[in-house]
């Protein structure tokens, strides 16, 4: 689950970002959907959108939770993939 929610933060900041340039550059008038990422992990999901801890993510580095942020602001929307 760990390797799955890094992997979603990181590319989560990724799409953010992009949406922000894509923006600023003019080239699409609004994005106002969320970044849709797809996961397999339905614990690395759960993770993301639940704003509580568990006790097996207690080691994972704050700066990785910015994802949960993302989420909750509705710049970014997990998604289960099958």
Known sequence: MEAEYI????????????????QKLGVVPSITE????FCDN???????????????????FRHYHLLRE???RGDVRMD???
């Open 7 to 22: 992997a979603a933060s990181e590319a989560a900041k990724e799409a953010v970002w992009m949406k922000n340039y894509i």
């Open 70 to 72: 993302m989420v909750s």
């Open 80 to 82: 289960r993939v099958s």
């Open 34 to 37: 969320p970044m849709v990422i």
């Open 42 to 60: 339905n614990g690395a999901i759960a993770q993301a959108k639940k704003l509580r801890s568990h006790h097996r993510s207690k080691h994972i």
